[in-house]
């Protein structure tokens, strides 16, 4: 499968980042490239075989349902929480109007 | 079956209807962090740095969030996944710190079920059962506010990683009462189960309802899917609207377009949300920064062994065991609260009287559902008032149960008793009906004397003065005359 | 007086313990030498003098009160920048994380300081730690200490640890913290001249490490020989309730159980390794540490790894993937950088604050990442990769019955010089040949100095062992640095 102008331009989208028309131009060879060498997967014969889940046999914890058990990843931290925001006003954290 | 059609200009048209329900789950912290979850608080004060997906930030999951979705799916009859796995759901919005939702999609921890509903409450056999096809966990978003300032939207992500349960419906539904009855059958069911507080005004519970048309016997036509509905008498409007829009689009020569879209209740109909259209490509996959969640069987059966008796054993039992009507066991366990003062009251009354529980059901029930809400009125008192209690609801029944106060005195006792500082007991005391045979027929003697031109009328015919005979004798011993003996003597004496 | 930069982790802290020099002379000493090399080889984003000096302060009072000193006591460090480190700005070398100051410390971190360390500077990378060569930091490029005879082109120290590695080999740092997604630890360590080990996936907490790709990223120490990465790993390691994947178990002395002596050891030497075109002087270095390898003890095995092929682009898919969801974040709403054009709507602000934000090889794996996942491709692609993942892992635990570890080259060359594959991102890409099958299997792999290419430049050896099995790995990586005595070290031209 290989990607031309348009579908980067969608993915590009989908990912929220900007490119110029020349960055377009510039990523798809490239992308291409990648994306070629990658398909060489393809051809692995995958029968039966399951997807990875886990890459270390682990099982999955759970906590306790407890309030800021441990303060760093409890709540009550507005100010750490919005110190480094590029816009906070009364408690919230600023974005351009969205209009629903 | 339902027969509910719209009817077009061309014919008849069925409407199918699946919901989609997100249950805010009863917990106290969130899903994947520490913060509370409690409604109400400062804006972004249950915010960790989890929550705020702050750089290097990682989820563990809640166990009591985990508990309540399986004990969710044990009460609806569903099958328990004990390999589930959590996964990303990618998009880009200001209510969502990470830019992705942490949902399941591919292996959900609660697969098929069925939840029975009843259509008319008063008839028994209109059931039908609704098939669920799945129940996952996942996060709730943040919120945004954008009316409090000319150029910018605030955020605030109090919600942000609520854990919430999404109850899917398979597409069984066929009129607006079918989804009415769901969506108050499963709300009844989560609050039995506590899994989810039910409270629709808070957004504890809110409903995707996805609606298509077809001729009836027909494949299911395209749907629609109105996001957000918070109540039970919405989703029904949503339903009529929804089906009669489709029905006027295709009737039109037009065809139904699949999207989302967002009902306005002020004006009462749907309209789309063609904002939130721009390509969506969530690129689900699993979330790597979380193991597959593994249930032993141990915890699967503890959740079990927590569930308390659920809505449809409950009525069953009340109908069976207690010998109660289909209507009144049916409304006795509509509600939690009202099912448990009943529970309560049954308990306390039986043993005040001394008589089995089953002996006393029906008075308790009719207490509750027809006599006590007129008083509670009349008092301009809330069933939650401090002086409704078990105790003295218990007094004045068992009290009427015995014969010493007549059922309309324990209901104006009560109304005084909620309005005023009376003692109980002592008014019931001084209120005991005569059961004295001399006193009654010296006062029915009295009354049959002074209305002698009324006893000639009776006689002549004119049964229906009976009654009268009966008040003005009450009236004269002030309430206190056992009914019974009253009866019996007026009827002696007017032979 | 020896000089105090010329020590490692062990020797300053048994150095400190007894009372040779002091905790804030050896901070001072390395602070000076962090500030004389920053402008030469730019392997530090900030430095932290005052951090360095308060932490061996403290280390100072403790000895002097008879307190018990840490693992690390008196030993000032580099912190990779991509570990978050509390009011220290942490950018993981990105415009789009320019000024943020954390409010809360990584695990790692954090446990390294408990331990007595004392922190020198936040150290360059690649970008979001995607990169082999540290040429694609928005805080310019690292220069390797090492240079080329008569030659003052700048090399690559390797990425993605690539300020770790130039500033531990310059000796500006006696040690420094790594991650290693796919050889971001261990090539440049072999590109350096030094050791670098990354234990099994789940040993270190990745809670305050800024993401790359979660199933993959892994912290670890880079330091000057193996005993120092013993010590440090101790002290960086453990479980970590806030990190599912975090292993609940106990951390094992791996200093004192220390053992070059392979006897009843099998080595196993994976055929598929073997490519077309090596260069000879990496498989002369390969040779050289099987014949190490057979003088400390070890039998020698052949063994067969038949996916190995596939591992690049195995990785090449699952690592963009989870990258391109994990930088999603980045949105300019809550931290770091936010591009808000005029009159631009939400949307347009993501778009236009991730454009500006992100350098080019971090949009180029966001773009492979999101296009894989993306709705008719994610089974022919990430599924795909998922189980030829699994295949991969399936052959290292079949390799592992018939032997301990796994000795392979860390990477196919020498240090190459800057701008040499940057053009090329697949070149680029091919670097991690060797290190990547180990990632993807989430086993403990390091590597250490195996000799000098022909241009007198590190090369580096890489051994990998069972899960969990971090002493196996540690204890053949000794048995090598015993026998290569490897004494080269750049020479001072900054």
């Given at each position: 499968m290989s990607v031309d102008t348009a579908t980067v331009a969608k993915i590009a989208s989908l990912a929220r980042i900007k490119v110029s028309e020349a960055e377009l131009e510039a990523m798809v060879p490239e992308l291409n490239g990648i994306l070629a060498w990658v398909e060489q997967l393809g051809e692995v014969n995958v029968d039966g075989i399951e997807p990875m889940t886990a890459v270390i046999p682990n099982k999955q914890r759970l906590r306790d349902d407890v309030v800021n058990a441990d303060p760093l990843t409890?709540?009550?931290i507005r100010d750490k929480v919005l110190a480094n925001a590029p816009a906070a006003e009364h408690g919230f954290f600023g974005v351009p109007k969205v209009i629903e | 079956m339902s027969d509910y059609r719209i009817h077009?200009?061309?014919?008849?048209?069925?409407?199918?209807?699946?919901?989609?329900?997100?249950?805010?789950?009863?917990?106290?912290?969130?899903?994947?962090?520490?913060?509370?979850?409690?409604?109400?608080?400062?804006?972004?004060?249950?915010?960790?740095?989890?929550?705020?997906a702050m750089p290097g930030m990682l989820p563990v999951p809640n166990m009591e969030c985990i508990r309540q979705a399986v004990r969710t799916g044990l009460a609806i009859n569903a099958q328990i996944n004990k390999w589930s796995r959590f996964d990303r759901k990618n998009y880009f919005y200001a209510d969502l710190p990470q830019g992705y939702q942490i949902s399941q999609l591919y292996h959900p921890i609660v697969g098929e079920g069925e939840i029975e509903i009843q259509l008319d409450d008063k008839d028994p056999e209109s059931t039908k059962t609704i098939g669920i096809e799945r129940i996952h966990v996942e996060q709730d978003a943040g919120k945004l506010m954008h009316d409090q300032h000319p150029t910018m939207s605030y955020v605030d992500l109090n919600r942000s990683g609520v854990a919430l349960m999404e109850i899917v419906s398979?597409?069984?539904?066929?009129?607006?009462?079918?989804?009415?009855?769901?969506?108050?059958?499963?709300?009844?069911?989560?609050?039995?189960?506590?899994?989810?507080?039910?409270?629709?005004?808070?957004?504890?519970?809110?409903?995707?309802?996805?609606?298509?048309?077809?001729?009836?016997?027909?494949?299911?036509?395209?749907?629609?899917?109105?996001?957000?509905?918070?109540?039970?008498?919405?989703?029904?409007?949503?339903?009529?609207?929804?089906?009669?829009?489709?029905?006027?689009?295709?009737?039109?020569?037009?065809?139904?377009?699949?999207?989302?879209?967002?009902?306005?209740?002020?004006?009462n109909e749907t309209r789309s949300m063609r904002s939130k259209e721009d390509a969506h490509d969530y690129r689900y996959f699993p979330d790597p920064d979380l193991l597959p969640l593994e249930l032993t069987?141990?915890?699967?059966?503890?959740?079990?062994?927590?569930?308390?008796?659920?809505?449809?054993?409950?009525?069953?039992?009340?109908?069976?065991?207690?010998?109660?009507?289909?209507?009144?066991?049916?409304?006795l366990t509509l509600e939690v609260e009202t099912y448990q003062q009943f529970e309560e009251m049954l308990e306390s009354v039986a043993r005040e009287s001394g008589a089995p529980e089953r002996d006393v059901a029906k008075r308790v029930a009719n207490w509750i559902l027809s006599e006590r809400p007129g008083v509670l009125r009349a008092a301009g008192v809330a069933v939650?008032?401090?002086?409704?209690?078990?105790?003295?609801?218990?007094?004045?029944?068992?009290?009427?149960?015995?014969?010493?106060?007549?059922?309309?005195?324990?209901?104006?006792?009560?109304?005084?008793?909620?309005?005023?500082?009376?003692?109980?007991?002592?008014?019931?005391?001084?209120?005991?009906?005569?059961?004295?045979?001399?006193?009654?027929?010296?006062?029915?003697?009295?009354?049959?004397?002074?209305?002698?031109?009324?006893?000639?009328?009776?006689?002549?015919?004119?049964?229906?003065?009976?009654?009268?005979?009966?008040?003005?004798?009450?009236?004269?011993?002030?309430?206190?005359?056992?009914?019974?003996?009253?009866?019996?003597?007026?009827?002696?004496?007017l032979g | 007086m020896t000089d105090l930069t010329d020590l490692g982790v062990a020797a300053i802290r048994d150095g400190v313990a007894k009372g040779d020099f002091s905790a804030t002379e050896v901070a001072s000493a390395f602070n000076a030498a962090v500030a004389e090399a920053q402008d030469a080889l730019n392997a530090f984003i900030v430095t932290t003098p005052e951090k360095a000096l308060a932490a061996a302060a403290a280390v100072d009072a403790d000895r002097a009160a008879g307190k018990p000193l840490g693992k690390m006591a008196g030993v000032p460090i580099g912190m990779k920048d991509l570990f978050a480190t509390q009011d220290v700005q942490t950018t993981a070398a990105s415009k789009i994380l320019e000024g943020f100051k954390p409010k809360y410390e990584s695990t790692v971190s954090a446990r390294l300081w408990q331990a007595g360390a004392g922190m020198l500077g936040k150290l360059n990378l690649d970008q979001f730690a995607m990169g082999s060569s540290n040429e694609t930091s928005a805080f310019g490029n690292?220069?390797?200490?090492?240079?080329?005879?008569?030659?003052?082109?700048?090399?690559?120290?390797?990425?993605?640890?690539?300020?770790?590695?130039?500033?531990?080999?310059?000796?500006?740092?006696?040690?420094?913290?790594?991650?290693?997604?796919?050889?971001?630890?261990?090539?440049?360590?072999?590109?350096?001249?030094?050791?670098?080990?990354?234990?099994?996936?789940?040993?270190?907490?990745?809670?305050?490490?800024?993401?790359?790709?979660?199933?993959?990223?892994?912290?670890?120490?880079?330091?000057?020989?193996?005993?120092?990465?013993?010590?440090?790993?101790?002290?960086?390691?453990?479980?970590?309730?806030?990190?599912?994947?975090?292993?609940?178990?106990?951390?094992?002395?791996?200093?004192?159980?220390?053992?070059?002596?392979?006897?009843?050891?099998?080595?196993?030497?994976?055929?598929?390794?073997?490519?077309?075109?090596?260069?000879?002087?990496?498989?002369?270095?390969?040779?050289?540490?099987i014949a190490w390898l057979k003088d400390a003890g070890a039998e020698i095995v052949e063994v067969s790894l038949p996916h190995t092929k596939y591992a690049l682009p195995t990785y090449y898919i699952i690592a963009p993937a989870e990258a391109s969801s994990n930088l999603a974040r980045y949105d300019g709403v809550r931290y770091g950088l936010r591009d808000l054009p005029d009159g631009a709507g939400l949307q347009d602000m993501y778009a236009a604050t991730r454009a500006a934000g992100f350098g080019a090889e971090v949009k180029r794996r966001i773009l492979i990442g999101t296009y894989v996942l993306s709705a008719g491709f994610y089974d022919a692609y990430y599924t795909q990769a998922q189980k030829v993942r699994t295949l991969i892992s399936h052959d290292f635990t079949n390799a592992f019955t018939q032997c301990d570890v796994i000795l392979a080259p860390t990477a196919p060359s020498a240090a190459f010089a800057l701008g040499e594959k940057s053009?090329?991102?697949?070149?680029?890409?091919?670097?991690?040949?060797?290190?990547?099958?180990?990632?993807?299997?989430?086993?403990?792999?390091?590597?250490?100095?195996?000799?000098?290419?022909?241009?007198?430049?590190?090369?580096?050896?890489?051994?990998?062992?069972?899960?969990?099995?971090?002493?196996?790995?540690?204890?053949?990586?000794?048995?090598?640095?015993?026998?290569?005595?490897?004494?080269?070290?750049?020479?001072?031209?900054?």
């Open positions: 409890g709540g009550d | 077009g200009a061309t014919g008849e048209w069925e409407v199918v209807i699946g919901l989609e329900v997100h249950a805010q789950v009863t917990s106290n912290a969130k899903l994947f962090s520490g913060a509370a979850t409690a409604f109400g608080a400062e804006p972004n004060a249950q915010v960790s740095l989890v929550d705020a398979r597409p069984d539904m066929r009129s607006p009462a079918e989804a009415g009855a769901y969506l108050s059958k499963l709300r009844t069911i989560l609050r039995y189960v506590g899994s989810c507080d039910g409270n629709m005004d808070q957004g504890s519970m809110r409903a995707d309802v996805n609606v298509s048309v077809r001729r009836p016997g027909e494949p299911f036509g395209t749907r629609t899917e109105t996001k957000n509905v918070n109540s039970v008498r919405f989703v029904m409007a949503v339903v009529e609207q929804e089906a009669k829009r489709q029905v006027a689009v295709i009737e039109d020569g037009g065809t139904v377009v699949q999207e989302t879209r967002l009902y306005d209740p002020d004006r069987d141990d915890f699967v059966a503890e959740c079990k062994a927590s569930l308390p008796e659920l809505p449809d054993a409950k009525r069953h039992r009340y109908e069976t065991a207690l010998g109660l009507s289909a209507y009144d066991a049916g409304q939650t008032d401090p002086r409704n209690t078990v105790a003295a609801n218990t007094a004045l029944i068992v009290a009427v149960s015995k014969g010493v106060i007549s059922g309309g005195k324990a209901k104006e006792i009560f109304q005084q008793y909620l309005t005023s500082d009376i003692d109980l007991a002592e008014t019931i005391a001084s209120n005991q009906q005569t059961t004295d045979t001399g006193a009654i027929e010296a006062a029915v003697d009295a009354i049959l004397a002074a209305n002698a031109d009324k006893v000639e009328q009776y006689k002549g015919g004119k049964e229906a003065l009976f009654g009268f005979f009966v008040g003005q004798t009450m009236k004269a011993m002030q309430g206190k005359g056992n009914p019974q003996l009253v009866n019996q003597v007026l009827k002696d004496k | 690292v220069i390797s200490p090492w240079r080329r005879p008569n030659d003052t082109a700048p090399l690559a120290p390797g990425g993605s640890s690539g300020g770790s590695s130039a500033a531990v080999a310059a000796r500006i740092a006696p040690a420094a913290t790594g991650t290693d997604t796919g050889g971001s630890i261990r090539q440049p360590a072999a590109f350096t001249g030094i050791s670098g080990i990354k234990p099994t996936y789940g040993r270190c907490s990745r809670w305050g490490i800024v993401a790359f790709a979660s199933s993959l990223d892994q912290a670890g120490p880079m330091a000057r020989d193996v005993r120092d990465c013993a010590i440090m790993l101790e002290a960086m390691a453990g479980f970590d309730p806030k990190d599912s994947t975090s292993l609940d178990m106990p951390v094992p002395d791996w200093e004192a159980a220390l053992n070059d002596d392979l006897r009843g050891k099998k080595v196993g030497i994976p055929r598929e390794y073997r490519l077309d075109g090596m260069d000879p002087d990496v498989a002369a270095s390969w040779e050289q540490g053009a090329d991102p697949l070149e680029m890409y091919l670097n991690d040949v060797f290190s990547v099958p180990a990632s993807l299997a989430g086993l403990p792999a390091m590597s250490v100095p195996g000799g000098v290419d022909r241009n007198g430049l590190p090369l580096g050896l890489q051994v990998i062992g069972r899960a969990f099995d971090e002493q196996g790995v540690l204890n053949a990586g000794l048995a090598i640095e015993k026998r290569a005595a490897f004494s080269a070290r750049p020479a001072k031209w900054w």
